[in-house]
């Protein structure tokens, strides 16, 4: 199972929103990290094909997957950024209706909607209106309905945002479950969502390919930029308008203080152990391009 991207760009009339872009997948969950503007959900929708490349060529098996046509369709499921619900649908029926929106036979949707609602943990709730639902109750109707055709690529757009910390990690816990045979696609600027399931790590900035690796390999390329130390409270506010905090705690008079900068930002700064969040602090401030 292979799919490649090959040298993708995405055009619009005054920017380039995906820039030459190569990278393949093969079985395993890959989280797309990148700020907002980054190009990360115009990449996907070019994946699920959606959006037409402006140049490039995307392939499931060797095979173009504008060739393809609904044979690639078959094997895609998505849960897009902003998914539409159908608030006065019970959860159970909407998953039915969404089946036979995808051609799957009716006693075969039954069977799979309940499978997955288990799976899911909305067995319970299988009667309710979608509207009674809470944003990671509806997150997980979200899976369910992308995984109704068991997808061999499942593609997720931003599917933490706006979940609290429990919601979140049960829906982590949620993809790693799935992950078996089939290539996840998440796609955050939530480092944390990420972090420990990911196979790999695709680090996405102006629409194009920053890095690709584990969490071990890409981190490497800030290795020696992370630095930590004791300081005073006037120290840490100069420090504040020079350099990227990454972690700051106040201790009795002092603080603690932890800074990623390629050079060594005051005297008695020690060497740290780089981990993702820094690497995304490194490219991206507060959401913007640096």
């Known amino acids: 199972m292979e799919l490649s991207i090959e040298n993708i760009s995405k055009e619009y009339e005054n920017k380039t929103a995906v820039d030459a872009f190569t990278t393949k997948f093969n079985a395993g969950v890959y989280g797309l990290l990148g700020a907002n503007g980054a190009g990360k959900t115009t990449l996907l929708k070019l994946v699920t094909g959606?959006?037409?490349?402006?140049?490039?060529?995307?392939?499931?098996?060797?095979t173009e997957i504008n060739k393809l046509g609904e044979d690639y369709r078959?094997?895609?499921g998505y849960l897009p950024q902003n998914f539409g619900y159908y608030p006065d649908f019970k959860a159970?029926?909407?998953l039915m209706y969404i089946a036979s929106l995808k051609g799957i036979p009716h006693f075969k949707a039954k069977q799979r909607s309940l499978e997955l609602m288990d799976l899911v943990g909305l067995i319970d709730e299988k009667d309710?209106?979608?509207?009674?639902?809470?944003?990671?109750?509806?997150?997980?109707?979200?899976?369910?309905?992308?995984?109704?055709?068991?997808?061999?690529?499942?593609?997720?757009?931003?599917p933490t945002a706006g979940l609290d910390p429990k919601e979140r990690v049960r829906f982590r816990n949620l993809i790693s479950s799935l992950s078996n045979d089939r290539i996840i696609i998440l796609s955050t600027h939530i480092v944390s969502d990420v972090e420990y399931i990911?196979?790999?790590?695709?680090?996405?900035?102006t629409g194009k390919l920053l890095h690709k690796g584990s969490v071990k390999e890409i981190t490497r390329s800030i290795e020696g930029y992370v630095w930590e130390g004791i300081v005073t409270k006037e120290e840490a506010n100069e420090l504040g308008q020079k350099f990227t905090i990454s972690n700051l705690k106040h201790e009795n008079d002092m603080v603690y203080i932890r800074i990623v900068s390629e050079k060594k930002p005051f005297n008695h700064a020690i060497n740290s152990v780089s981990n993702l969040e820094d690497l995304y602090l490194?490219?991206?401030?507060?959401?913007?391009?640096k």
Do not use: C, W
């Open 128 to 158: 309710k209106k979608i509207k009674t639902f809470s944003g990671g109750m509806r997150q997980r109707l979200g899976i369910a309905q992308a995984m109704l055709n068991d997808p061999k690529i499942l593609i997720l757009d931003e």
């Open 74 to 76: 078959d094997i895609l």
């Open 282 to 289: 490194h490219y991206f401030e507060e959401g913007e391009m």
């Open 198 to 205: 990911a196979d790999e790590i695709i680090v996405m900035k």
């Open 92 to 94: 159970f029926d909407f």
């Open 50 to 62: 959606i959006l037409k490349p402006t140049a490039g060529k995307i392939k499931y098996n060797e």
